[in-house]
């Protein structure tokens, strides 16, 4: 089951400016993590983000939790060609017994140098 | 240096022709899980293994098998490929607890004709 969409589905910038990406969900949750795929590789993580914070740091990376709203967004400082890849949300929720990622459908990201 | 190992990276095989899909990891992570990707649908889980001898399906194993036989393997098989099998799969590992970091392998493009 897939736990929610991102938005937008693609984005292009040029090199410098920001990128942001939201992503909304639709279970109660424990974590939510963010990843980074490029084109056909495995998925690399970049964030992890916990129910009970409301904003995380690092690097050129910030990441923001709504709870109430059920949605998380990830902005890229001074984007680089090298920041083009698929960007997807993940989130875990304890309430089985298992380590379960539940993704999100991804946004495109293309930075033109 | 810690990582998930796929084999094969690309694979076109024919209907009904049993395959195996190797999944290999170096962390001793205890939780390993099988994802496909397709375009618009993101990532879904297809099998998901808590430890050695323990493994559950996730939210799409029809037509897949799996075994955990050694906690660094977890194999994807498919015993009777059908061409609704073409797809990008991934394997991934993490420890099993709370706020856990996925590890994912380069990927298997599976096409079946």
């Known amino acids: 089951s897939q736990q929610g969409e991102e938005d937008p589905q693609a984005l292009s910038i040029q090199e410098g400016e920001n990128a942001t990406m939201n992503c909304s969900y639709k279970?109660?949750?424990?974590?939510l993590q963010w990843y980074r795929q490029n084109s056909g590789r495995g998925l690399v993580h970049l964030i992890l983000?916990?129910?009970?914070?409301r904003e995380k740091h690092s690097g050129r990376l910030r990441v923001t939790l709504d709870t109430s709203k059920k949605s998380s967004s990830l902005l890229i400082t001074a984007s680089r060609a090298a920041d083009t890849a698929s960007y997807f949300c993940?989130?875990?929720?304890?309430?089985?017994?298992?380590?379960?990622?539940?993704f999100g459908t991804g946004t495109l990201l293309a930075v033109q140098p | 240096e810690a990582q998930v190992t796929q084999n094969p990276r690309y694979l076109i095989t024919v209907t009904g022709k049993k395959l195996t899909v190797t999944c290999s990891q170096n962390?001793?992570?205890?939780?390993m899980s099988w994802y496909r990707q397709d375009p618009g649908l993101g990532l879904r889980q297809i099998y998901y293994?808590?430890?050695?001898?323990?493994?559950d399906k996730g939210d799409v194993p029809e037509g897949y098998k799996v075994s955990r036989k050694e906690k660094r393997n977890f194999p994807l098989i498919l015993e009777s490929p059908s061409p609704n099998q073409t797809s990008l799969y991934f394997c991934?590992?993490?420890?099993?607890?709370?706020?856990?970091?996925?590890?994912f392998g380069q990927g298997t493009r599976l096409t079946v004709v």
């Open positions: 293994s808590m430890n050695v001898e323990v493994t």
């Open positions: 991934a590992s993490s420890f099993y607890r709370t706020e856990a970091e996925a590890f």
């Open positions: 993940a989130t875990q929720n304890y309430g089985g017994a298992t380590n379960k990622l539940i």
């Open positions: 983000i916990r129910s009970n914070e």
């Open positions: 279970t109660s949750i424990n974590n």
């Open positions: 962390m001793n992570h205890e939780y």
